[in-house]
């Protein structure tokens, strides 16, 4: 009886559209060639995943800086600054190496501002 029930419901049949339609959407996201922190980002969102603690986030971050991708680095660095809520001197270190991101980006601004604000 119940099963008959689902089936005549609209609500039910929207919410298993919006699902296959939401499982093609990823499986196309996936088959492009999109950064990890947009993927990452996308499955917070999503709610695949539970969010990460800041000290992961600035260890993925320290490996692209090592591997010489700043641009990944500085991304990393910003995921994890919103993942802490006090200021103190976590956020002075990830403060700190966002700016080295952004001195090898030549982002001498940014870097600056990164500078500053962990002297605070």
């Given amino acids: ?7 005549d419901n609209p609500c039910y049949a929207a919410g298993f ?10 499986q196309f996201i996936l088959s492009c060639n999109v950064p990890d922190s947009f993927l990452f980002l996308l499955a917070v969102l999503l709610n695949l995943q539970p969010m990460a603690d800041y000290t992961s986030v600035k260890e993925e971050g320290n490996k692209c800086f090592n591997e010489n991708k700043y641009g990944e680095a500085a991304t990393c660095y910003t995921r994890a600054l919103s993942l802490i809520s006090v200021a103190g001197n976590d956020k002075a270190v990830l403060l700190k190496n966002r700016a ?7 982002k ?12 605070c």
């Fill in 17 to 26: 559209t919006v699902i296959l339609l939401m499982s093609h959407i990823i």
């Fill in 100 to 106: 080295a991101c952004y001195l090898k980006l030549d």
């Fill in 1 to 7: 009886m119940q099963s008959a029930a689902v089936a």
């Fill in 108 to 119: 001498h601004n940014e870097a600056i501002a990164d500078c500053t604000a962990g002297m």
